[in-house]
């Protein structure tokens, strides 16, 4: 069965400190790998990873794959309290009939002053 | 135009009443989907329509039926369904079905069944 498992499920940090979102998925088919944060409402796209060892950045964010090893991070540097949300994890595969985005369980960051 | 449009935003409905919700895209893009996001959990595919016609049912109840009347448009009717089907709707497109890499989301329609 296809998974994406993501960790820590919650996580609660100061403003200004750096933290790491973990994202490990097992499917066959794999196309790609996406990050999307998600506050109240629909989920926004973050990053799309399709090559294993190449780092993708905005800003304070960053995000790296390892298609060996089968698992992603998601880096946010000097966190701001607009960091606050639900970081989704998504990987993208083939099923035969269409691509198909499963989603992991979600990373809920609270950033504090 | 870079929206994926929902509507309504709230829905409540009776457990007999028979309601759509509606999703609209100028985009361009040719394939679009419905995801069901329950409180706390990640979005969970439903639908998956590509050049209009339905490629990916995830096994959902026949209270649930999509319709894809055109390229920019996707209805999810609902019909007869129960207090644990309450949840955000979501709907999105990407350009294409193959490699779609980036999804773009609507606001979503909450939906509370009585």
């Known amino acids: 069965e296809d998974k994406v498992v993501q960790s820590p499920l919650s996580l609660v940090v100061h403003e200004g400190d750096t933290v790491t979102l973990n994202c490990s998925y097992e499917v066959t088919n794999f196309r790609s790998l996406l990050w999307y944060k998600q506050e109240k409402k629909a989920p926004t796209f973050l990053f799309m990873l399709t090559s294993s060892g190449i780092e993708k950045k905005s800003g304070r964010l960053s995000s790296i794959l390892d298609k060996k090893e089968l698992f992603s991070i998601l880096n946010i540097t000097a966190t701001q309290t607009g960091d606050s949300a639900v970081y989704l994890c998504a990987v993208e595969f083939w099923s035969g009939t269409a691509s198909k985005l499963t989603f992991g369980t979600g990373t809920r960051l609270q950033v504090t002053l | 135009d870079t929206e994926v449009t929902q509507t309504p935003k709230h829905l409540v409905m009776g457990m007999t009443n028979k309601k759509s919700l509606k999703c609209e895209q100028h985009?361009?893009?040719?394939?679009m989907y419905w995801y069901k996001q329950k409180a706390k959990k990640p979005p969970e595919l439903m639908f998956v329509y590509s050049y209009e016609k339905l490629s990916i049912n995830e096994s959902v109840p026949s209270r649930f039926s999509p319709e894809c009347p055109n390229s920019s448009l996707l209805n999810l009717h609902l019909h007869a369904l129960q207090p644990e089907d309450s949840a955000l709707y979501l709907c999105?497109?990407?350009?294409?079905?193959?490699?779609?890499?980036?999804?773009?989301f609507g606001e979503g329609s909450r939906l509370t069944v009585l």
């Open positions: 999105a497109s990407s350009p294409q079905v193959i490699a779609t890499g980036e999804l773009f």
């Open positions: 985009m361009g893009h040719r394939a």
